[in-house]
């Protein structure tokens, strides 16, 4: 399932801090834009200082985070909720996450 996807950053630190957003919204394929968009709204959530952002390989590697599960559900009451058809559907998402919204925080991880 890539409806929702989870992206790590790696924070300068050692530490990391993970997200759940939705995914596979702008390409099918090519990771690059949506991860600029979870970047741009890094400074939001109060990271300013980290190497990379990794869209990881499916959600159990962040099922451990602080948030995960109200991240879950979060985005699980949110899918396709009082839409039609799936193209309105993402398009209305796509314009959120651009915005910096629909990108859920779910903890910090301190330096292992």
Not at 1 to 19: C, P, T
Not at 91 to 100: M, N, Q, S, T
Request: with cysteine.
């Amino acid at each position: 399932m890539e409806d929702l996807i989870a992206v790590r950053v790696m924070e300068n630190d050692g530490g990391s801090v993970a997200f759940l957003t939705w995914g596979r919204l702008f390409d099918a394929v090519d990771e690059t834009r949506i991860l600029e968009a979870v970047e741009r709204a890094l400074p939001v959530f109060g990271i300013h200082d980290y190497t990379k952002l990794i869209v990881c390989d499916n959600l159990g590697e962040v099922a451990e985070e602080r948030y995960f599960y109200e991240g879950l559900f979060h985005f699980s009451a949110a899918f396709n909720h009082g839409y039609v058809d799936y193209q309105t559907w993402r398009k209305k998402k796509l314009k959120r996450v651009k915005a910096g919204k629909d990108i859920y925080f779910l903890g910090r991880r301190s330096r292992e």
